[in-house]
């Protein structure tokens, strides 16, 4: 079956999108309010953007009330955010902070999550993520203003915690990190089950 994308609505572009490039990586991120709130959300459009100089790379979808969500517009307040990585063990409090709050309620809190202080930025950490990459804000890029319109956003890793376990010479050990992966509706996947492919 095609489909046409001049044909189709906004929310089947979505679906059918987010359906088929998946598994995706899902960045749990932390911000702090000028006002000094905390905020936490989850967001399944993540990749890396460049490794020197290191940036990682998210997109917030404009949401029907075509308004930022706290997690943009503490970005643009302050400038810094922790990316928190998803482990199996934070899934289901992960979807929780996904629930719309009012901005001065934390999802820390709400989703009974362990915070931790960062080292080098406000914001603070998921104490229980495996891996948290410490950043500030290099640029944002919108592309458009109707719902489903996305705003990419750049970020310059500054810090990266790994935990002591995950570190196999040097290397994230993959099968114990066991991140979550974002699928199209409401199912996500782990990464437990995995093989070893040698480029040629």
């Not at 359906?19 to 967001?43: E, F, K, Q």
């Amino acid at each position: 079956m095609i489909f046409d994308a001049s044909q189709i609505s906004s929310q089947e572009k979505y679906r059918l999108l987010s359906g088929g490039v998946s598994p995706r990586p899902i960045a749990w991120i932390s911000t702090r309010s000028a006002a000094g709130d905390d905020n936490l959300a989850p967001y399944s459009f993540f990749t890396v953007a460049s490794c020197e100089p290191p940036v990682l790379l998210f997109t917030q979808v404009l949401p029907r009330t075509l308004s930022h969500k706290d997690t943009l517009q503490n970005l643009i307040e302050t400038n810094e955010c922790v990316v928190n990585v998803v482990s199996r063990d934070l899934l289901e409090k992960m979807n929780k902070t996904s629930a719309t709050l009012p901005s001065t309620e934390s999802e820390y809190t709400f989703a009974n999550v362990e915070s931790c202080a960062s080292e080098k930025v406000s914001p603070r950490s998921v104490k229980n993520s495996p891996i948290r990459y410490e950043c500030t804000l290099r640029d944002t890029h919108c592309l458009g203003q109707t719902a489903t319109a996305g705003t990419v956003i750049l970020l310059d890793v500054k810090s990266i915690y790994v935990a002591d376990a995950l570190i196999d010479d040097g290397i994230v050990n993959q099968q114990l990190l066991d991140s979550v992966g974002k699928m199209g509706g409401d199912f996500f996947s782990f990464t437990s089950d995995t093989i070893t492919l040698k480029r040629p």
